[in-house]
């Protein structure tokens, strides 16, 4: 039977299943990569309690899409501009689950009247033509900052009215 994706904005008291969500995906894919110090800046970044503060600042959107109660992927933008998370269970990998929660995330933000020109994204090395097929472009090569290695890329937004 083919899974029924629902996508929707994070709700408080989601973290926690976000964070599992978004380690258990980093430790298969993106771990393998980085050095002790990049695993554990990522895990500072990513605990419950900090994704809860991110959102409930208003620094942070996160997007959510479940398969039935089981949560399979998520979003988060900073500052409306810039995809900080985007993760999919090994499971739902090539389903369009990271293009939907990218273009909810982009018409939530023409609703909201911002005029955003690009969106922006660091890059793992294991994502980056994951972006690449979603419309990004590297602006820099592969950089390193706190153990973590990225690579920027953009993508520029047109909107249709």
């Known amino acids: 039977m083919k899974p029924t994706f629902k996508y929707q904005p994070f709700q408080v008291g989601q973290e926690r299943i976000v ?23 990522f895990k500072e970044f990513i605990k419950p309690e900090a994704l809860r503060q991110r959102v409930t600042n208003g620094d942070y959107q996160i997007y959510c899409c479940f398969n039935e109660a089981e949560l399979v992927g998520v979003l988060a933008l900073r500052d409306r501009t810039h995809i900080s998370l985007l993760f999919v269970k090994k499971n739902y990998h ?13 018409e939530e933000l023409q609703k909201s009247g911002s005029q955003v020109e690009s969106i922006t994204v660091n890059s793992s090395p294991y994502a980056v033509k994951i972006y690449e097929r979603l419309g990004f472009i590297a602006t820099d090569t592969m950089q390193e900052k706190d153990g973590i290695k990225y690579t920027p890329m953009k993508k520029i937004i047109i909107y249709y009215n």
């Open 19 to 41: 964070s599992e969500l978004v380690w258990e995906v980093f430790a298969e894919f993106e771990a393998p990569e980085y050095s002790d110090e990049g695993i554990n800046t």
């Open 94 to 106: 090539r389903q369009g689950i990271a293009k939907e929660l990218l273009r909810l995330a982009l």
